[in-house]
């Protein structure tokens, strides 16, 4: 990690231990910590890490953006931290200024198009938005007959259905009927919705290896203290090479992410090599949600089970972020097809480009 | 909090990828020149002398090694470099595989100087064979228990006693073996072992090949009777192995060489399913490529953290953990999807005698070097369980 990296992180683990102790946060039924939670951060430029100071952010490397996101996911945080860092990212391509508050991204699937009429407005339809009940803007990427387009649009111009995904954070679909944008630009030449998908993509992957950090902390910790059988039930060799192979998953989530937004921050052109990253990255950290969070569950038994306890705030929110921005088994198809099409002798120097 | 983990993003540096372009070249040539066939992982002979010699030659053995003991002073990525093109190659490592990676540094570390200018030279040519002498047919993964006994005698030590499942033991010019110089004591059950390097085809030592599921002949017995051994052939501390035999093993564990053995049926897989998969087979496919592009980059972060001087232990038998379970689950992988390949295809014929091969081979894979209930045991204690 670079010295920038090390103090951003350090000032949101700040803010998290103080505002979004799992804990405290688990125990309080109305959600009171949430704009406490926000302010800080906002405060802290943390939202808008991605965007330089020039469109209203605080300038922060990719390489930064990605350690926060990394360390967002240790703390579960349930605020749209990632989609607002994301939604700002992709504004300033298209170099407009980003606005205060909350934001999300749409479309959040690779499956869904907005589309940009001849008069300049908006719409289409996109599930599985995260955040976008509570969101005040949304940066849209919208096609038109001139290619992509990017463009900030008012969150109370869209119709919302509101929905919960698995971990209970809002997952929303979001509808766009002729919305006229509060700013709209074309997109830098070459830019798609597959390089926005794989940037939330590595997002996820951060948080959900993050997440899985968590949980290998927390199923440790608690076999060092449950007694079973009149012994911690981290002595029974069964429990200590199921929690091995929670390291296991929890060192391959580490590993894909942070090696995909090691590849993106010193990327110069979106490549194969990006895609591999970008792509690998998703898939293994999905795969390793599953495998890994059941391991937690499995050494909590009953007890992790409960709402009271926080476990399931790491495991069904890293189960959650498995669907958004394309699932692994959509990305597995598209690798596959890449490699594919690559011819079987290209497949060995594209895995070992870097 | 537990231990973190820790997988750095390293970056190959430049000159890597220079050595790739030339390892890959001179691979090339040695394919084109009959050497060796990169779509038979399954060679009948796999010992080629005259290839070994010709590694050497380039200076790609022994080539972290000082100059002064023949070695190139280069770094462990550009080793990692040169093994990962090999494996992916399927070229024939047998010779000097084990003395490159194992045998060399204990070498290097516990052997007298007089010892080290005479052998590590020779390594570094390509010009000697090493086995390793560890298992007995009462102690495998409890190396401990190991019985083969050294007794002194004059200026050296008789053995006696029976090696077993011992790799290149019969092509093998020397071994690296522990040996019982004491009984273990009341207070640690791990004493008394001594390391030695061992020079083969003298009397007293017996090679008997063993038969092994794939049809190989690749390990062996190794039958000791008063075989004698000078004392400068002792490495490191009498009765001290067991302090000796944890400190490299990040380096053994964490290699290509962990996740790549099979590798060769999923590159035949994606000349099988052409260039426009169905959607089952890319999805197959592309899960396969993101979980082999993950272990190698673990893989790479570990020998780039040990080339920046630390000890990811923990992470080294994660790496050999995960890496040999997916080598060894990739071959079935690979037969569900080959179930829907065309019968046209013309690699058909290669894919399955391939699978078959890989398919036997693939129950070692979690057990050689290591087992997956030592590593497992292993990051257990790291993770602070025991």
């Known amino acids: 990690m670079a010295e920038s990296d090390i103090i951003v992180v350090e000032t949101a683990e700040k803010i998290f231990a103080d505002l979004a102790d799992p804990q405290t946060i688990n125990n309080d039924k109305n959600n009171s910590w949430q704009a406490p939670l926000w302010q800080a951060l906002s405060e802290a430029g943390l939202p808008l890490s991605w965007v330089p100071d020039d469109l209203g952010g605080s300038g922060a490397s990719l390489a930064d953006g990605f350690a926060l996101l990394n360390a967002a996911g240790r703390f579960a945080v349930a605020v749209p931290l990632a989609e607002t860092m994301l939604a700002g990212w992709l504004l300033a391509q298209a170099k407009i200024a980003s606005p205060e508050g909350e934001m999300t991204i749409v479309p959040a699937s690779p499956k869904d198009r907005i589309t940009l009429d001849a008069d300049g407005a908006l719409s289409g339809r996109a599930r599985g938005v995260p955040f976008a009940k509570t969101a005040k803007h949304f940066a849209v990427l919208a096609h038109g007959k001139d290619g992509a387009s990017i463009a900030l649009i008012d969150a109370a111009k869209a119709r919302i259905e509101a929905g919960l995904n698995v971990g ?84 391959a989530a580490l590993a894909a992410a942070t090696s995909a937004a090691d590849a993106i921050a010193n990327a110069r052109s979106f490549n194969d090599e990006i895609y591999l990253e970008a792509a690998s990255a998703k898939i293994r950290c999905a795969e390793a949600a599953e495998k890994g969070g059941g391991i937690a569950h499995q050494v909590h038994g009953a007890i992790g089970f409960t709402m009271e306890h926080i476990l399931h705030r790491y495991s069904l929110r890293a189960l959650a972020w498995r669907d958004d921005f394309g699932s692994e088994s959509y990305w597995a198809v598209e690798l596959g097809k890449l490699v594919a099409n690559r011819g079987a002798d290209e497949l060995w120097p594209l895995v070992a480009s870097r | 909090m537990t231990a973190a983990l820790r997988f750095d993003p ?71 470099v040169v093994t990962e093109e090999m494996r992916v190659a399927n070229a024939p490592t047998r010779r000097f595989f084990v003395a490159d990676r194992q045998s060399g540094p204990v070498l290097l570390k516990y ?38 006994r050294a007794t002194k005698t004059d200026g050296g030590y008789l053995i006696n006693g029976t090696k077993i499942w011992t790799s290149s033991a019969h092509i093998a010019d020397y071994m690296i073996a522990i040996f019982r110089t004491s009984p273990p004591t ?28 794939t049809g190989q002949y690749e390990f062996n017995e190794v039958v000791f009777t008063d075989h004698f051994i000078p004392d400068d052939h002792v490495l490191g501390e009498v009765d001290g192995a067991w302090k000796q035999a944890t400190s490299e093993l990040a380096y053994e564990r964490s290699g290509p060489e962990r996740f790549l053995e099979t590798y060769y049926v999923l590159t035949e897989l994606v000349r099988a399913v052409g260039p426009n998969p169905d959607t089952r ?31 990811p232990v923990v992470e080294a038998s994660i790496v050999k953990d995960i890496g040999t379970v997916w080598e060894q689950q990739l071959p079935n992988r690979v037969r569900d999807l080959a179930a829907f390949v065309e019968e046209t295809a013309s690699n058909r014929e290669t894919l399955e005698r391939q699978l078959d091969f890989a398919i036997k081979t693939a129950p070692k894979l979690t057990i050689q070097g290591g087992t997956t209930e030592v590593l497992r045991g292993i990051i257990a204690r790291g993770l602070g369980l025991r």
């Open chain 1, 168 to 251: 209970y954070d809002h997952s929303d679909t979001v509808t766009l009927d002729k919305v006229q944008p509060v700013a709209i630009k074309p997109a830098p030449n070459g830019f798609e919705q597959t390089h926005l998908m794989l940037m939330g993509g590595v997002a996820r992957s951060l948080q959900i290896a993050g997440a899985l950090e968590s949980m290998l902390d927390i199923s440790v910790r608690y076999s060092n203290e449950r007694v079973a059988f009149e012994k911690k039930i981290s002595k029974f060799q069964a429990v200590q090479h199921n929690l091995a192979r929670l390291a296991g998953e929890s060192a």
């Open chain 2, 186 to 213: 009341k207070e640690n059950r791990r004493h008394g072992l001594t390391q030695f390097l061992v020079k083969m085809k003298q009397p007293g030592i017996k090679v008997n090949p063993i038969g092994q599921i």
């Open chain 2, 111 to 148: 052997a007298p100087e007089h010892i080290k200018m005479e052998i590590l030279p020779r390594i570094c040519r390509g010009e000697i064979c090493f086995a390793i002498g560890m298992s007995e047919p009462n102690s495998g993964s409890d190396l401990f228990a190991a019985k083969t």
């Open chain 2, 281 to 311: 087979s890319a999805e197959g496919i592309g899960r396969l490529v993101a979980q082999l592009h993950t272990m190698r980059r673990m893989s790479v972060s570990v020998a780039g953290m040990l080339e920046a001087g630390k000890e």
């Open chain 2, 10 to 80: 390293i970056r190959l540096p430049e000159k890597c990828e220079q050595l790739r372009k030339e390892v890959r070249a001179f691979l090339a040539e040695e394919i084109a020149a009959g050497t060796f066939d990169p779509h038979k992982p399954n060679r009948e002979d796999t010992d080629a002398p005259e290839f070994s010699r010709r590694v050497g030659a380039k200076g790609w053995l022994g080539m972290t090694w000082p100059k002064k003991y023949g070695g190139q002073e280069r770094s462990f990525l550009e080793r990692y």
